[in-house]
């Protein structure tokens, strides 16, 4: 397999930032020990040039990285804590934490919330593969929130047909710029690869159906807290519904905006939080619904949005 090739153009917006701090939040699913490692390895350069980890942005540098590919291996236990919401010999329900990577990846080899839960529940379905055992649907790596596994191949089974067939549903909290008119609507857009940026998703003609409904829950000077409800499952799908319509999810380094704001470092990552699920348990067939709260970084993200607009 040959090596995968990125290049970034920094904006003007960007001067000041770190490099590795920089890239980590332009790449899905890339660490910053990762960035520093491929700078280590020659494999990252700024115009040409390799800099150090904490060189500070100018703005308008070319970044190219090269990605070498990754080396398929067993995840491994790992002693991470976990905010379990529920557990029984069948499923485990969790609150992941925002930064938390769901399984391996390349450039992601640990830390991940599969090695916890290889650690914690010594049995998870292995019908995801020994890289993703237990894994039935996943959240962003800065998307916090709810989230279910598998601990057998039959609970796997029901909860994947569950999602599949939307008789599972889940609900998000979302932080977004600006004030959404409506109180609330339905974003209808076939979501498929940006032609011109293979690491990004995209409304588009030719993809697969997306159907997101929103509510407005409040409004707060230039932002708006919205409930998305998925009614299916793209990759992205609310980050790129919302940001198709006007309203990108706030801190989000793919869709949103870069312009400044005087919230910036308040939360690493977008402000999305799976807030709750509901699904019937694979065995007793009882409905269930688990919620999980909202994360502090987010509450003190609103916090500041509400005091600022109360002081205007």
Wanted: glycine share 8%; proline share 4%; charged share 30%.
């Amino acid at each position: 397999m040959e090596n995968e090739v990125y290049t970034l153009t920094v904006a003007a917006e960007e001067k000041g930032s770190r490099l590795d701090a920089f890239v980590a939040k332009s790449l899905e699913d890339i660490s910053r020990a990762r960035v520093q490692k491929l700078l280590d390895e020659g494999r990252l350069t700024v115009d040409g040039a390799v800099k150090k980890a904490n060189y500070r942005l100018n703005g308008g540098e070319e970044i190219r990285l090269e990605i070498p590919p990754a080396v398929s291996a067993e995840a491994l236990p790992e002693d991470i804590p976990l905010d379990i919401l529920y557990e029984d010999s069948d499923i485990i329900v969790i609150n992941k934490a925002r930064g938390m990577a769901v399984h391996p990846s390349p450039g992601i080899y640990s830390g991940t919330l599969v090695n916890a839960l290889l650690y914690h529940c010594k049995d998870l379905s292995g019908i995801g593969g020994v890289e993703r055992p237990g894994i039935v649907h996943r959240l962003d790596k800065d998307t916090s929130g709810v989230m279910v596994a598998a601990k057998n191949d039959n609970a796997h089974a029901s909860l994947s047909k569950q999602i599949g067939e939307k008789s599972a549903s889940r609900v998000y909290c979302a932080v977004v710029r600006g004030s959404i008119n409506e109180e609330a609507g339905v974003i209808k857009g076939a979501i498929g690869r940006d032609e011109k940026d293979r690491q990004k998703m995209a409304v588009r003609a030719d993809g697969k159906p997306a159907v997101t409904h929103f509510r407005v829950m409040e409004r707060i000077g230039d932002y708006t807290i919205t409930e998305c409800r998925l009614e299916t499952g793209r990759t992205h799908q609310i980050r790129v519904h919302l940001a198709h319509i006007g309203y990108p999810v706030f801190g989000d380094p793919k869709y949103g905006s870069r312009k400044k704001t005087p919230f910036d470092g308040i939360i690493e990552g977008q402000a999305l939080h799976s807030r709750q699920m509901t699904l019937v348990h694979p065995v007793t067939g009882e409905e269930m619904t688990f919620t999980a709260p909202m994360p502090k970084d987010m509450e003190n993200l609103i916090a500041a949005i509400r005091a600022r607009a109360e002081q205007k």
